[in-house]
């Protein structure tokens, strides 16, 4: 017990150096403190960090409650712990380091599996797909990228279309980066930026804001979502896959990802170069 007790203390420690270190102005590293599974079933509850304007992933419904895919397999998954589950909506930029510096336990939060992103955080096991593409009204040609040249692409910033399209653009085009989906839909619908780079739902959202009027374009690449735990933290990383193996045997992950993406589930990979499943 003193051991583990000690190791707890050793490991909160170094989050907490780590939360200095973000020096993010919208977090209070001091007030917040990583917690280990254990510790979240004795407390009976969880905090987890989701997207509020991203549907069907994660979103704020009509009702004020939070809402959507991402939503509904985490309230599976703190049922699975016997807790209760308390949403903290985040923006794409913030989701990070939200977790690392243990203001959220968790991050059922649209995250999509990159290199980059496996170097600060723990992934599980892939639990949803995800087609990044470049949007843009239907009278204007966008059949490739040559098409694309002089104009300005919006995106949500460090998302996964903003590394997708600014890969796939080069210099041929201007991306401007906005601080969320909604607000990279908005600057299309605005007319501040020509085309957008959004997920496989955004041709939805732009029909109901604007029927008839956007198509997709161009399909730059799919991306699978992974459950973001905290780098080095066995406890979580193993809870969460044994978690996703067992929805997923069951049905009950086919029935959320039916109700929301409309959709079958897609066949996951078993690896993905440089980026981990488990810790060993």
């Known amino acids: 017990m003193i051991s583990s007790f000690k190791t707890g203390l050793q490991r909160r420690g170094i989050l907490f150096a780590a939360a200095a270190l973000m020096m993010a102005p919208w977090l209070s590293p001091v007030s917040a403190q990583a ?59 913030n989701r990070i380091p939200a977790l690392v510096t243990g203001k959220v336990d968790i991050l059922f939060a649209t995250m999509a599996m990159t290199e980059e992103r496996a170097k ?26 040559g098409d694309l040249a002089g104009l300005e692409i919006g995106v949500p910033k460090s998302s996964s279309q903003d590394k997708a399209v600014t890969t796939a653009v080069g210099d041929t085009a201007t991306v401007r980066r906005f601080d969320d989906d909604a607000a990279s839909i908005q600057a299309l619908l605005s007319g501040q930026v020509q085309a957008v780079g959004g997920n496989q739902f955004y041709l939805d959202r732009l029909e109901a804001a604007s029927a008839g009027t956007y198509e997709r374009k161009i399909d730059f690449l799919t991306t699978f979502n992974g459950v973001g ?15 996703l193996d067992k929805i997923m ?25 440089n980026i981990p499943f488990t810790i060993n």
């Open 35 to 93: 917690a280990t599974v254990e510790e979240v079933k004795a407390k009976g509850k969880i905090v987890v960090g989701i997207q509020g304007d991203n549907a069907p992933w994660g979103f704020v419904n009509s009702s004020g409650v939070q809402d959507g895919f991402d939503a509904d397999i985490a309230k599976l998954f703190a049922k699975e712990l016997g807790v209760e589950v308390e949403f903290a909506p985040l923006a794409v930029a």
């Open 120 to 145: 600060s955080i723990q992934y599980s096991k892939p639990y949803a797909g995800n087609t990044i593409s470049l949007y843009g009204p239907k009278d204007k040609k966008m059949a490739e990228i």
């Open 249 to 273: 045997a069951n049905g009950e992950h086919a029935k959320v990802y039916a109700k929301w993406m409309k959709v079958d589930v897609p066949k996951f990979p078993e690896s993905i170069p």
């Open 229 to 243: 735990t905290r780098l080095g933290e066995k406890d979580w990383n193993e809870t969460v896959n044994a978690f």
